[in-house]
């Protein structure tokens, strides 16, 4: 990669960061009212539903309180951090310690979920901000929710579970996953070995039980033990779970000055991307079976912004670590198609739905799901990562 | 509509349930080693999952039961609806009278769900089984799951709610809709007041809470008493549901030669036609957010083959009902696209998911929802009733 080109995607992330994903939703996305954030926004911010996504009101603070540590020390990034942390332990959190999925505009609870993601975000979200702001109490509430997701995570049988119990135990991927980041960043505030713990068996499972060398992919659901499951949902290949996973051990091998750590997430990324690829019309397809035989989710053949700045992080961090052109070649593809069909040139931000062909299916700007995370994490990252990548003595 | 097209038309129907839809079915779906039916078969029959959905087994034994009460006394219908019947009623029944959601291969237990359409569909096949057996305890066992699944809908609490109890408190649509063709079938079988009152009730509600004349739609989900809720859950339209209930009220006015109660169905008819019809793609779009705002499902430009199926059994008892051209018009609109789109002229049957743009979006011939139903249905009710349609001493 040429410093010209490092030059010029340092300025597409930065600037489409700073000038445009985060204007998006400070302009439209903040309840000034109620508290937290207003996620169901229309395609040019108007909002369409005012309730609030749990998961979503963790990432936004998580977000500003990275932009305030990582970028500069803007008030305005603190007092929103804040402004969701306030909402957040005021409204979110179940007697049981437990978190909900959804509230109201003013935070009476509506659903609670069996899933542990809202509470994944929220110790994010509140490690980042104690980073942020040096306040203990948020710090202490972080490490709080973290140990209630980890207690509830390990100890079987809390959890209500979806299926009968017993007949075809699963795992699945997504938990391992998302613990090795959320240990990444709630260490950064505190120094239990619970996190390199938490981290190590995480990517054991996910390099041992998910991992499958034998197929060539990285499965979502597998037995106990890491059994392959003939089912299409033991079939399932989620190519922007391989993705973001791939990267996440790749960071922690640079945290730990393991490049062998590093190296290993390489495989899961190329079957992520070969996997996932969709050679008819581009882009990353949200689902694959490991047979080739059908999918049966609505939304398999769709393409999903996320999967796209996932992709972005991991492939530019494999090509800046190996230095293997592979990656590179693999990171402008992504690129071209990533830019050439998700942002929205009237209205600002990313689209986040398209069909197979790459047509809008979707105009809106968040929804439960969608909202400030995936697309200025990537921005954020690969902005700071392309920085690394300037020639010695540039700029 | 001439009786050239009439009898063309019963040519479709009756040669495309009877030398396509139910061979195919026949040929890949029935479960010889451990009973029941296989619905995961790929666009060539081939099976590609084991699972056994509830919903369907019931369904299947519904349409060879009705086959054989509608069509002829064929012995390979009733044997293949006892097939069914048997087991439906020795896996799929919980301890507490419950039905499960799905089962495996062999009939264990897999998922139970919060929702009673298990028991609305098993109700529906073993009445239509009884009525085409004379066996008793068939009888008996549909009625015990008719009142079980009654008592369930109208006990407060009796289900695990799927949200926060009282914060948001809503009904859905599918219910009254699904109770009415329910009793509607269980009346052929047992002649207590339960069915006219529910069928009588569900019609209230439908026509009372559901219908906002004053926003041209039929909504999916109200307030308890019918108070319109404006979050995009409350804002939702399912064309689909809309031309179901339009024809099972449709119906109902035929059955009690009750004219004016038929054309009390004919708005909602109209508003789903109207809502839901692809203006850019043609075809009926699956959600429609009844502002124009944003739906927030994947799904919810897709068009699936369902709402398809109903559209034109509903247009052409309109059309008989009323000898409205318009109706026939809208009959022959979705005539063109179902039959335009939906057969697969190399494998037979029908694909069940495209995308917005009517191309193919899912391969597969059956998952957890499509089976053998809506199409048979369809095909068997609109060729029926095209045989009514024949002028006098035609034919």
């Known amino acids: ?193 619970i996190y390199r713990q938490t981290i190590d068996e995480s990517i054991y499972q996910i390099l041992e039980h998910f991992s499958k060398p034998e197929l060539g992919a990285l499965l979502e659901s597998v037995g106990p033990n890491g059994e392959f499951i003939d089912t299409p949902e033991g079939r399932r290949i989620t190519p922007g779970h391989g993705l973001e996973s791939a990267w996440f051990i790749m960071e922690e091998g640079r945290y730990r000055g393991d490049r062998e750590l590093s190296l290993r997430a390489l495989p899961m990324l190329e079957w992520s991307l070969e996997r996932g690829w969709d050679q008819e019309h581009g882009g990353l397809l949200y689902f694959v079976d490991v047979k080739g035989l059908p999918c049966v989710q609505y939304e398999w053949d769709m393409k999903l912004w996320w999967p796209h700045t996932e992709a972005l992080y991991a492939t530019l961090l494999a090509y800046h670590l190996t230095q293997d052109e592979t990656w590179a070649a693999w990171y402008e593809r992504v690129h071209d198609y990533a830019f050439g069909h998700f942002p929205d040139a009237e209205y600002g931000e990313w689209y986040g739905y398209l069909h197979r062909d790459g047509t809008v299916s979707h105009r809106l700007k968040g929804n439960c799901w969608k909202g400030l995370f995936h697309l200025p994490r990537a921005q954020l990252m690969c902005w700071k990562l392309l920085e690394e990548m300037r020639p010695a003595g540039w700029a």
Not at 141 to 147: F, G, K, L, T
Not at 180 to 187: A, D, K
Request: aromatic residues 12%; neutral net charge; glycine residues 8%.
């Open 1 to 193: 990669m040429d410093p010209g080109r490092i030059e010029e995607l340092i300025r597409i992330y930065r600037d489409g960061l700073l000038d445009d994903t985060i204007p998006f939703w400070v302009r439209h996305g903040v309840d000034r009212q109620h508290g937290g954030f207003l996620t169901f926004l229309d395609r040019d911010g108007t909002v369409f539903g005012t309730d609030k996504p749990v998961w979503l009101q963790g990432r936004f603070v998580w977000v500003f309180s990275r932009l305030y540590n990582e970028v500069e020390r803007r008030q305005e990034w603190l007092d929103l951090a804040r402004h969701g942390s306030d909402f957040l332990l005021a409204n979110c959190f179940d007697a049981d310690g437990r978190m909900f999925f959804l509230v109201t505009r003013d935070g009476t609870p509506l659903r609670k979920r069996r899933y542990l993601f809202s509470e994944c975000f929220a110790a994010m979200g509140l490690a980042e901000f104690a980073r942020a702001s040096g306040d203990d109490e948020i710090r202490r509430r972080a490490i709080e929710v973290y140990d209630l997701m980890l207690h509830y995570h390990k100890t079987p049988g809390l959890l209500p579970p979806k299926d009968i119990p017993g007949v075809r135990p699963m795992k699945a991927h997504a938990m391992p996953m998302i613990l090795i980041v959320t240990s990444q960043i709630m260490r950064q505030v505190d120094d239990r070995p």
